[in-house]
């Protein structure tokens, strides 16, 4: 209990000691305040004393105050000229600048935010008609462009850049073709399947193997990357022409018809007629031979077998292939050239002395579509007229050597 009655003093005692100091504290903190109020009050005397001169001091101290008269008219009268000279200090900034700045802003948000945006529009100067294209909406970012693959796939072929040396070749890529000059450059980004497929001297699958194994010879190399390529854009992982012969007749699968010409019928003149041209993927080369084959066959239609298999094949596939070719909004007036096709189909090749020209494209059916499909005079050359034509004559071309015997 004693212990008790002499500790609790002993802490009172403690605490009173200390509010002295802390209000000593307090006290030093509000004077030290004080004097800074009071000089940052001063600074402009103490400016004044220091750069102004005596002299001018001394005479400004002798000036006598300006004796001002406020009247309720006067001061409701300057306070109308402040408040109007703020305001047009505010209306003149923001008339000329701020509104048309603004008005601009939402012009262009509403030409970049609002409306229909997924689309692209390409003028045509020589026609004089605007075309457009529907676009997708938002790029998926998992599924790169040929070119980004490209890219990603042959930057790290090594671990810095590559540099020449004597005669040696930059290494090959996977889904594209190298060059080491502007010009070969230049005119592979720029031309056409038609001169591609006239570009190599060769028929890719006959003569060079592109589904076979990677060497060191230089189409070889054009072969591999090209046949990524084909694939990529078809959007599968197939590397034989096997694998890629289910897509010979895909509108767009050009680059699988210049690599696997075999596959997909560029050297038979009895298979179907689609897409038999340079334009559409098919190597020169090996149209070339289609065309050798075909001066060999016997001088009547349907010589083989298999040609009722391309002739159902060809008007089977008319409507889409024509459709992909020239776009819907003209497909939707050519109900009468589809009607035509389906009576040529079912007449056989005796229609072909009825129907000579397609409606909707304009060209000789048996002469054939130069963007588009073979000659017809290959699977029908007797009704196309070929026992009728001379040597010398533009339709001898397209004929078996056997009917101008």
């Known amino acids: 209990m004693s212990s008790q009655a002499v500790a609790g003093p002993h802490h009172i005692n403690r605490s009173s000691d200390a509010a002295p100091t802390a209000d000593r504290a307090c006290l030093v903190d509000l004077i030290l305040n004080a004097v800074a109020l009071n000089g940052i009050l001063d600074i402009d005397e103490f400016l004044f004393e220091a750069m ?15 004796q001002l008269i406020y009247g309720r008219g006067k001061s409701q009268v300057e306070s109308a000229f402040n408040f109007s000279a703020l305001l047009l200090m505010l209306l003149v900034p923001y008339l000329v600048l701020v509104l048309p700045l603004t008005q601009r802003m939402l012009e262009v948000k509403r030409e ?22 529907i676009t997708a909406e938002k790029r998926n970012q998992s599924n790169p462009t040929l070119a980004e693959v490209a890219v990603d796939n042959y930057k790290f072929k ?28 230049e005119f592979g980004r720029i031309r056409k399947m038609a001169e591609e497929a006239q570009y190599f001297p060769v028929c890719w699958e006959k003569d060079v193997e592109p589904d076979g194994s990677e060497n060191a010879s230089i189409l070889s190399a054009f072969a591999h990357s090209r046949m990524k390529a084909a694939a990529f854009n078809l ?39 689609w897409y038999k041209q340079r334009a559409e993927g098919c190597a020169e080369m090996c149209l070339s031979e289609r065309h050798q084959l075909m001066k060999a066959l016997p001088c009547q239609d349907f010589p083989q077998a298999g040609a009722q298999a391309s002739w159902n094949h060809f008007w089977d596939n008319y409507q889409l292939a024509i459709t992909a070719y020239f776009g819907q909004d003209r497909i939707q007036y050519a109900s009468p050239g589809f009607a035509t096709a ?15 020209t397609d409606s909707i494209t ?20 007797e009704s196309c007229g070929c026992r009728n034509v001379t040597s010398g004559s533009p339709m001898a071309y397209y004929c078996p050597n056997s009917c101008l015997a």
């Open 158 to 185: 090594l671990d810095g850049p590559w540099k020449q040396v004597d005669d040696e070749l930059p290494p090959s890529p996977d889904y594209m073709q190298i060059g080491l000059y502007t010009q070969e450059f």
């Open 112 to 133: 970049m935010c609002f409306g229909i945006q997924n689309f692209v529009v390409a003028y045509n100067s020589d026609v004089g008609m605007a075309y457009g294209l």
């Open 52 to 66: 102004v001169p005596t002299k001018i001091q001394l005479a400004i101290q002798k000036l006598q105050p300006i």
């Open 235 to 273: 959007g599968i992982t197939a590397t034989t022409c096997a694998e890629l012969s289910y897509d010979c007749y895909t509108p767009e699968a050009r680059m699988v018809r210049l690599m696997c010409g075999q596959t997909c019928g560029c050297t038979d003149p009895m298979s179907s007629p």
């Open 362 to 381: 304009g060209e000789v059916w048996c002469l054939g579509a130069a963007d588009l499909f073979g000659p017809l005079a290959y699977l029908c050359p």
């Open 342 to 356: 389906a009576s040529i189909q079912a007449g056989g090749c005796d229609q072909l002395r009825l129907h000579r």
